[in-house]
């Protein structure tokens, strides 16, 4: 079952759209946070299908690709997290989907839904990304 958030934006779904996959003009409109400090390399840009980028926590590193990519009303980015603290190949898996539905011409409906997948050897370790889950949804709609 996904975190799942929703919100209203007054603006045309394809502006939202645009905005979301730009991942190189985050700093711009996403305040930084310790937590997810922002992307440290990105594969290429525009962003597209088959993009891939990383993140790098004080967690661990966030491996993602763009894994669906359609403009202007779904995008998914999945981003595996190895673990600094974890065995090598033990992942948190990490799926971050963006819907957007036009209400009217100049507004949108933004759902994000955030599926975490965890290995039994992490699994202790669920309640705390839950909780990030909830503080990074919070940052993302204040902006």
């Keep these: 079952m996904p975190a799942t958030s929703v919100l209203e934006i007054n603006a045309p779904a394809s502006g939202i759209f645009d905005v979301v996959v730009d991942l190189l003009a985050y700093d711009e409109w996403l305040p930084n946070s310790t937590s997810f400090p922002g992307i440290t390399s990105i594969s290429e ?16 590193i966030r491996h993602g690709e763009v894994i669906e990519f359609s403009r202007p009303s779904k995008v998914v980015f999945h981003q595996p997290m190895q673990l600094k603290d974890a065995p090598e190949g033990v992942l948190v898996d990490i799926k971050v989907e963006i819907i957007l539905r036009m209400k009217t011409e100049e507004v949108t409906e933004v759902e994000r839904n955030v599926y975490l997948s965890f290995p039994e050897p992490l699994i202790g370790l669920k309640p705390v990304f839950e909780e990030g889950v909830g503080l990074e949804g919070a940052r993302v709609w204040s902006s």
Excluded: A, V
């Design 45 to 60: 840009s525009p962003t597209k299908l088959g993009t891939t980028y990383i993140e790098s926590t004080p967690l661990g």
